[in-house]
């Protein structure tokens, strides 16, 4: 069997390849890369890889030839996502591939949505579903790794301020997500399946203010504000509207219980509890 991997250089792809070459030869994955760099790399490591963007479609047909599946990972938010989604989707169809994989997000109600990027992913979703072809999807709950990301570099001098309020995410290492689709994509006939990687606990950022206080010994608070009131604070210290507002939404969509949803799905894919609250906060600061 020979698997196409989309964004293998970033830090999901990655992981997913590490645990899938203990499973298949390096002859048997197929990456697609926009930098000739990386092509030349992944060739000289065995990979058999091509240069090209999803935009590309020349380049998207010639990445799956004699190609059996497709792990489609979700395009950045540059550009038109959806467009490029479907582009991957046309491609596989086009040349036959049996069997496509996408990396969602774990979210409870994509009526009530209020980060705009997220629809993306319900978008690609349908697509992927009425395209005819056997498909898994992936839907992932939020990084654990990208908790310094929302918490800043001085959470230990200064705290947690976010307009989260008091709602739970169902945090996850990136990596061990990786892990787990390997193992689908390696292992298991597609069944047009939907598989919810996240913790096994959702979480408060007063959870991850206790959490940082107790190993790190030094009293992180968190402090929840209205939206307005931290849309302009982000302003203030330089964050730029657009990402400010992005920011905004996310945390709307945290507040509001789209992050919530918990699942056993990573746990069993894994063969070992996923990673806690504190183990993983361990890990990515290094305590």
Same mark, same amino acid.
């Given at each position: 069997?020979?698997?196409?991997?989309?964004?293998?250089?970033?830090?999901?792809?990655?992981?997913?390849?590490?645990?899938?070459?203990?499973?298949?030869?390096?002859?048997?994955?197929?990456?697609?890369?926009?930098?000739?760099?990386?092509?030349?790399?992944?060739? =000289?490591? %065995?990979?058999?890889?091509?240069? *090209?963007?999803?935009?590309?479609?020349?380049? !998207?047909? @010639?990445? &799956?030839? #004699?190609?059996?599946?497709?792990?489609?990972?979700?395009?950045?938010?540059?550009?038109?996502?959806?467009?490029?989604?479907?582009?991957?989707?046309?491609?596989?169809?086009?040349?036959?591939?049996?069997?496509?994989?996408?990396?969602?997000?774990?979210?409870?109600?994509?009526?009530?949505?209020?980060?705009?990027?997220?629809?993306?992913?319900?978008?690609?979703?349908?697509?992927?579903?009425?395209?005819?072809?056997?498909?898994?999807?992936?839907?992932?709950?939020?990084?654990?790794?990208?908790?310094?990301?929302?918490?800043?570099?001085?959470?230990? =001098?200064? %705290?947690?301020?976010?307009?989260? *309020?008091?709602?739970?995410?169902?945090?996850? !290492?990136? @990596?061990? &997500?990786? #892990?787990?689709?390997?193992?689908?994509?390696?292992?298991?006939?597609?069944?047009?399946?939907?598989?919810?990687?996240?913790?096994?606990?959702?979480?408060?950022?007063?959870?991850?203010?206790?959490?940082?206080?107790?190993?790190?010994?030094?009293?992180?608070?968190?402090?929840?504000?209205?939206?307005?009131?931290?849309?302009?604070?982000?302003?203030?210290?330089?964050?730029?509207?657009?990402?400010?507002?992005?920011?905004?939404?996310?945390?709307?969509?945290?507040?509001?219980?789209?992050?919530?949803?918990?699942?056993?799905?990573?746990?069993?894919?894994?063969?070992?509890?996923?990673?806690?609250?504190?183990?993983?906060?361990?890990?990515?600061?290094?305590?």
């Amino acid at each position: 069997m020979r698997i196409l991997v989309t964004g293998a250089t970033g830090a999901l792809g990655s992981a997913v390849i590490e645990t899938l070459l203990n499973k298949i030869p390096a002859s048997s994955i197929v990456i697609l890369t926009r930098n000739k760099e990386n092509q030349l790399s992944f060739q =000289e490591k %065995g990979f058999k890889a091509y240069s *090209g963007s999803f935009e590309d479609s020349a380049s !998207l047909d @010639k990445s &799956m030839q #004699e190609v059996d599946r497709v792990l489609l990972i979700s395009a950045g938010d540059e550009g038109d996502r959806i467009k490029q989604h479907r582009n991957v989707v046309d491609a596989a169809i086009r040349a036959g591939v049996s069997d496509i994989a996408y990396t969602s997000r774990s979210l409870r109600d994509s009526a009530s949505l209020h980060n705009p990027l997220m629809a993306d992913h319900f978008a690609t979703e349908e697509y992927i579903r009425r395209s005819g072809l056997r498909h898994t999807i992936f839907r992932n709950a939020l990084y654990l790794d990208v908790i310094p990301l929302f918490v800043g570099k001085q959470v230990f =001098e200064h %705290g947690i301020v976010q307009s989260a *309020g008091d709602g739970r995410i169902a945090f996850a !290492l990136r @990596k061990e &997500m990786g #892990e787990a689709i390997a193992h689908v994509m390696s292992d298991e006939v597609f069944e047009n399946h939907v598989y919810r990687f996240t913790g096994e606990e959702a979480f408060t950022f007063y959870d991850v203010a206790r959490a940082l206080t107790e190993l790190s010994g030094r009293e992180v608070k968190y402090t929840p504000v209205e939206s307005v009131s931290f849309e302009k604070l982000l302003i203030q210290k330089g964050v730029p509207s657009t990402t400010a507002r992005k920011i905004i939404d996310f945390n709307a969509d945290i507040r509001n219980g789209q992050e919530s949803g918990v699942s056993a799905d990573l746990t069993r894919k894994l063969g070992r509890p996923a990673a806690s609250l504190r183990e993983g906060l361990k890990l990515i600061y290094g305590f």
